[in-house]
């Protein structure tokens, strides 16, 4: 079965740094897609970044980008110059390329903080 | 504007007391999906759908019914809550296969007394 782990259940980052939030996975495909949901305290699901396994390059949004590292299993995501509005629960997904499921598998959340 | 309605966004009920909780989306989007989310645990996907008349389960269904009559509706239906049930509930959809990323609702707030 697939899983997704966020190792760190909460972070918190000081305005204008960098901080990078971890995310691993487990599957036998190679074939399939990773996401970052963001989640603010109104709760929202917003979709921060969007990865597809079979690109090499690291998919980038603004201040977020990420680290895909394919053999590793690994999808951090970099948050440069951190602002206020960025602090929330921020979950890590996976879902399979031909999976007729529809089923995305979310990671458990790091709650960041931003401080001023 | 493109969005999917979640309704109500908070609901207290007793336990037993039929409720169901609408969602209903503008995009003409094939997928749609519920999930709950509770802390410590992430969302976790209790029913999905990839067309009209077409549902499946996802990792959560037990105590929880689906129907999707039309494209644009997929209502959950709770027969019988129980207090386990007490979560935050989101409705999402997608164009097709979600690796396109699904669109989620604003979340229904539910708690089962």
């Not at chain 2, 989306?25 to 992430?42: A, F, I, K, T």
């Not at chain 2, 509706?73 to 990323?101: D, M, V, W």
């Amino acid at each position: 079965a697939q899983t997704v782990t966020q190792s760190q259940p909460e972070m918190s980052v000081q305005e204008a740094e960098t901080v990078t939030l971890s995310c691993t996975y487990d599957t036998s495909e190679s074939n399939y897609y990773l996401f970052w949901y963001k989640q603010p305290p109104s709760r929202q699901m917003i979709l921060v970044i969007r990865q597809e396994a079979y690109k090499q390059q690291n998919a980038t949004e603004n201040r977020f980008s990420v680290n895909f590292q394919k053999a590793a299993k690994s999808f951090s995501l970099k948050i440069s110059d951190s602002q206020l509005g960025d602090t929330a629960m921020y979950f890590c997904a996976f879902t399979n390329y031909g999976g007729s499921q529809g089923n995305l598998i979310f990671g458990k959340g790091t709650k960041l903080s931003v401080k001023p | 504007e493109a969005q999917v309605t979640q309704n109500p966004r908070y609901l207290i009920t007793v336990t037993g007391k039929k409720l169901t909780v609408t969602c209903s989306q503008n995009m003409n989007h094939e997928y749609m999906s519920w999930y709950r989310q509770d802390p410590g645990l992430g969302l976790r996907q209790i029913y999905y759908s990839m067309n009209v008349e077409v549902t499946d389960k996802g990792d959560v269904p037990e105590g929880y019914k689906v129907s999707r009559k039309e494209k644009r509706n997929f209502p959950l239906i709770l027969e019988s809550p129980s207090p386990n049930q007490t979560s935050l509930y989101f409705c999402a959809s997608s164009p097709r296969r979600p690796g396109y990323g699904y669109t989620f609702g604003s979340g229904t707030r539910l708690t089962v007394v």
